[in-house]
């Protein structure tokens, strides 16, 4: 297995103040919220999705209204491959991408931090565990990516990125959900009632408490959108677009593999 690429159309010289810049953002988000770093990171979001794994999807849907399945649907189409494509859905949990996606017509395969999440996984697909830091994939092996809602969950965000970069082939795409903030003052307003004070009540009643309690405040983890977009291309993507759905509360991030297919 090789490294991750280097940036084929970025000097050195940019990629790093780039990623330096979103590190010490997310650094300073996360101390500001009280929040773990580093492998202490790594070890408590492991944790926390072994134990949240048996009702991880009905804590979901009451969390969304069930508008997660909607966003899903339109990540998968977002990535505008044909039928028959190998998708990796990174980060898979319990399998509800694996489901859309095999439904759609592709060839899908899941991979997970957390073992708790693959045991629970009934998608009936390929599943490994990994880090998203180091993918058992051959470089150029998959045609497109999704990934739902675990952006904010991974310890070195750019080396992620630079796998993805690694294992999609040129041509291919990627399809990244994660949650957002509304811009509009009085949906801003409700879905901060309902994520940082709803939700946590919510899963305290149904799974785990002090998880659904890190959740909300784990959105401090991300990077901007100018910072994410810098990211995606120093790992060598294009067209990279950041879309809003339902009026911000979810955002999907899409972009192309560079080079010819």
């Known amino acids: 297995m090789t490294g991750a690429p280097s940036p084929d159309t970025h000097s050195a010289g940019t990629v790093a103040p780039a990623r330096e810049a979103a590190a010490r953002t997310a650094a300073a988000r996360a101390a500001s919220a009280d929040l773990p770093t580093g492998a202490e990171k790594t070890a408590l979001v492991r944790s926390m999705f072994d134990a949240i794994a048996p009702r991880y999807d009905l804590v979901n849907r009451l969390m969304t209204f069930g508008l997660d399945v909607r966003w899903r649907k339109k990540s998968t189409r977002a990535l505008g491959l044909p039928e028959g494509s190998r998708v990796l859905d990174l980060a898979c949990g319990t399998g509800d991408f ?133 990211m995606l291309m120093d790992a060598g993507f294009s067209a990279v677009n950041r879309r809003a759905l339902s009026g911000g509360l979810s955002q999907l991030i899409t972009a192309t593999r560079r080079g010819q297919p």
């Open 98 to 230: 694996l489901k859309i996606l095999r439904a759609t017509g592709f060839r899908p395969l899941g991979m997970d931090l957390s073992w708790g999440m693959l045991a629970a996984n009934r998608s009936g697909t390929p599943l490994a565990q990994a880090d998203g830091t180091w993918l058992p994939l051959a470089s150029g092996s998959i045609d497109g990516i999704t990934c739902g809602y675990a952006l904010r969950n991974f310890t070195e965000l750019d080396k992620v990125f630079g796998e993805l970069g690694r294992v999609v082939r040129p041509g291919g795409r990627i399809s990244l959900l994660e949650v957002a903030e509304p811009d509009h003052g009085l949906l801003r307003t409700g879905d901060r009632i309902w994520f940082h004070r709803v939700v946590p009540v919510i899963g305290g009643l149904l799974s785990d408490g002090a998880a659904y309690r890190y959740l909300p405040k784990s959105t401090a983890y991300l990077p901007t959108t100018e910072q994410l977009r810098s």
